[in-house]
């Protein structure tokens, strides 16, 4: 007897017999469109701090003005907000493939049109100040777990101690000189990582329907079969960027020019987000290693006797982010010089295979493929949060 797949039980089920739709996603959603609206008409009656603009980068911005796309983002967002409500208020086929479409719209101009060069700058500059708390976390958390090892990470954190004093002069330019920076940066944060976020929550919702039983299931399966692949080619894309920096710890920093060269601020700066690209590799592979899918007893929070899950909203929300950042910045990438734009910083192609990844980790977290080897999908609420 042939062996039926969990889609087309899901399909073949009674309609009562199918779980009740979580509402979290579409709530999330909704609230997106919410604070992109309200961040809009903020800049809407504060022209001065509007950072929807051609000086950033923003793609739409080529082709009507500023005040026209926060128009036009204010207003998609009110009615992510109005299509978010009626499927909660009345549920239906109808209103599902309303938020449908809205949702595809919103993340479009959400996460790609308000968005360009300037976005990738930011976030990197975001990961990149975000670097040495993380480090410091990670190397807390290894001296507290592997009691063997505690002698081997005190000599590494004395090396690094000592060669922050070596550097003091470099490291103490480059807080002089990043403080200013970010008096004012709320709004250019705000401006990139807000819509961004609600174009996470739409696409989330979409990929929600998608489920088994859902309208793109035999997509989710197909990208699901492949996520190994998938995630493995969206490693690749952070490391050229992130080997050249490497080379900003010799004498010889390559494609610094003789700033990097003369002066240590930048040489920091070109490391710490040299560190980042490293990092968003190692966080990759985490989509397909196990310490993706379950903590490690020793991990804060755990009760230390067994591992426990990750929950997948905790990987698929920044994975999301990230995925929907790179593909918004790929195309003013390609204005920039061509082995930048192509190469060393690979938008265009990093962006659409984590998006992938991303995908392909909840198909396999939320059970698409029969018989894949995966944790149990505890704890309980984790498979009606999608």
Same mark, same amino acid.
């Given at each position: 007897?042939?062996?039926?797949?969990?889609? @087309?039980?899901? $399909? +073949?089920?009674?309609?009562?017999?199918?779980?009740?739709?979580?509402?979290?996603?579409?709530?999330?959603?909704?609230?997106? *469109?919410?604070?992109?609206?309200?961040?809009?008409?903020?800049?809407?009656?504060? !022209? /001065?701090? +509007?950072?929807?603009?051609?000086? +950033? &980068?923003?793609?739409?911005?080529?082709?009507? *003005?500023?005040?026209?796309?926060?128009?036009?983002?204010?207003?998609?967002?009110?009615?992510?907000?109005?299509?978010?409500?009626?499927?909660?208020?009345?549920?239906?086929?109808?209103?599902?493939?309303?938020?449908?479409?809205?949702?595809?719209?919103?993340?479009?101009?959400?996460?790609?049109?308000?968005?360009?060069?300037?976005?990738? *700058?930011?976030? /990197?500059?975001?990961?990149?100040?975000? =670097? #040495?708390?993380?480090?410091?976390?990670?190397?807390?958390?290894?001296?507290?777990?592997?009691? /063997?090892?505690?002698?081997?990470?005190?000599?590494?954190?004395?090396? =690094?101690?000592?060669?922050?004093?070596?550097?003091?002069?470099?490291?103490? *330019?480059?807080?002089?000189?990043?403080? !200013?920076?970010?008096?004012?940066?709320?709004?250019?944060?705000?401006?990139? =990582?807000?819509?961004?976020?609600?174009?996470?929550?739409?696409?989330?919702?979409?990929?929600?329907?998608?489920?088994?039983?859902?309208? &793109?299931?035999?997509?989710?399966?197909?990208?699901? $079969?492949?996520? =190994?692949?998938?995630?493995?080619?969206?490693?690749?894309?952070?490391?050229?960027?992130?080997?050249?920096?490497?080379?900003?710890?010799? #004498?010889? #920093?390559?494609?610094?020019?003789?700033?990097?060269?003369?002066?240590?601020?930048? $040489?920091?700066?070109?490391?710490?987000?040299?560190?980042? &690209?490293?990092? /968003?590799?190692?966080?990759?592979?985490?989509?397909?290693?196990?310490?993706?899918?379950?903590?490690?007893?020793?991990?804060?929070? &755990?009760?230390? @006797?067994?591992?426990?899950?990750?929950?997948?909203?905790?990987?698929?929300?920044?994975?999301?982010?990230?995925?929907?950042?790179?593909?918004?910045?790929?195309?003013?990438?390609?204005?920039?010089?061509?082995?930048?734009?192509?190469?060393?910083?690979?938008?265009?192609?990093?962006?659409?295979?984590?998006?992938?990844?991303?995908?392909?980790?909840?198909?396999?977290?939320?059970?698409?493929? @029969?018989? @894949?080897?995966?944790?149990?999908?505890?704890?309980?609420?984790?498979?009606?949060?999608?």
């Amino acid at each position: 007897m042939p062996r039926t797949s969990p889609v @087309e039980l899901d $399909r +073949n089920a009674p309609a009562g017999a199918r779980p009740p739709e979580s509402r979290v996603p579409t709530v999330l959603a909704g609230a997106g *469109s919410l604070v992109v609206t309200a961040l809009c008409l903020v800049f809407l009656s504060r !022209p /001065g701090i +509007n950072r929807y603009t051609a000086d +950033n &980068g923003v793609l739409a911005t080529s082709l009507i *003005s500023t005040t026209a796309l926060t128009v036009v983002l204010a207003a998609l967002g009110g009615l992510g907000i109005v299509a978010a409500g009626a499927r909660l208020i009345a549920p239906s086929r109808v209103t599902a493939a309303l938020t449908t479409a809205v949702g595809g719209v919103s993340a479009l101009v959400f996460g790609v049109l308000a968005q360009g060069a300037g976005t990738l *700058s930011t976030f /990197g500059y975001l990961v990149a100040w975000a =670097v #040495p708390l993380v480090l410091v976390t990670l190397w807390i958390l290894a001296f507290r777990a592997y009691r /063997g090892a505690r002698a081997a990470l005190l000599a590494a954190g004395a090396a =690094v101690i000592v060669g922050g004093f070596v550097s003091r002069e470099g490291l103490a *330019s480059y807080v002089t000189s990043m403080a !200013p920076q970010l008096a004012g940066t709320q709004w250019i944060i705000a401006a990139v =990582v807000l819509p961004l976020l609600a174009a996470v929550a739409w696409v989330a919702l979409i990929v929600r329907d998608a489920r088994p039983g859902g309208h &793109g299931s035999r997509a989710t399966a197909w990208v699901t $079969r492949h996520r =190994v692949q998938f995630t493995a080619l969206a490693a690749l894309g952070p490391l050229p960027y992130a080997i050249i920096r490497l080379t900003w710890l010799t #004498p010889w #920093p390559q494609f610094g020019g003789p700033i990097a060269e003369a002066d240590p601020a930048v $040489r920091v700066q070109g490391i710490l987000l040299g560190a980042a &690209g490293w990092l /968003g590799f190692i966080l990759t592979l985490g989509l397909i290693a196990r310490w993706g899918e379950r903590l490690p007893r020793w991990f804060p929070g &755990g009760s230390g @006797e067994a591992d426990r899950p990750v929950h997948p909203l905790a990987a698929i929300i920044p994975g999301g982010l990230v995925a929907l950042m790179l593909c918004g910045a790929a195309i003013p990438m390609f204005s920039l010089d061509s082995s930048m734009g192509l190469l060393i910083f690979p938008a265009w192609f990093w962006g659409p295979t984590l998006a992938l990844a991303v995908w392909g980790y909840a198909g396999h977290r939320y059970g698409v493929l @029969e018989g @894949e080897d995966r944790p149990p999908a505890d704890p309980a609420h984790v498979g009606a949060d999608l």
